[in-house]
């Protein structure tokens, strides 16, 4: 789905005009639509979308507030690039907050919450089999939904919606890498087996190894995009 699907579709939900240019770029730098780096000129930007300037001088000043672009002299906004460091700070966090979530989700899970989970990891699986970034996301979002709601508290669900736009942009990068959905699957499983069972350490565990295995992805990718600039400056 390119930009401008997404743009009609979110003008279905009847809202400001401001808010689905806002929401139609912010969904393309999240999903890769628009890379890291590239540049967003308002005049190309507000002709593919078929508006004025103005919502998207807006759209792209309230993306720099969230980090999604900068501003570059004498180049003007740009989607933010994928830094190693911002990686490590979000998943440092992500990190602790999952293994929480895996410890409380196997002493408060429900019968029904764990059939629903069963079903979530295996609709991820056929997920991967569509070749579907976006169908992908939403499946593996969905399984770690019901993990989160099994917790029962407000508070760490508040603290995890906090940071899941940011983790979205970083786990899109993942799953679009193909040779990596087979060990998603089992990571999966493995995470549902531990719940199931009632393994506070095996859940733990697995929820980290989940999130240890995606930092080393992404940062070998945003590594590898960084020696091919340095080798096109050259």
Known sequence: MDMTEDFNLIMEDFLPLRDVVFN???RAILTGTLKPGERLMEVHLANKLGVSRTPIREAIR???LEG???MVPRKGAEVAKISEKS???VLEVRR???ELIAKLACSRITREQLSELREAADEFEKATKTEDTSTIARADIAFHDIIMEATGNLRLKQLVNNLAEQMYRYRFVYLKDESKHSML????SRIY?????NDTEAAMEAAR???DNQEKAIIAHIRMERAGEDKDSI
């Open 24 to 26: 139609t770029l912010r």
């Open 62 to 64: 309230k993306l720099e």
């Open 68 to 70: 999604l672009v900068v």
């Open 87 to 89: 990686l490590k700070d």
């Open 96 to 98: 602790a907050l999952d």
């Open 185 to 188: 699957v089992k990571e999966h």
């Open 193 to 197: 087996d531990a719940i199931k069972n």
């Open 209 to 211: 190894i989940h999130i």
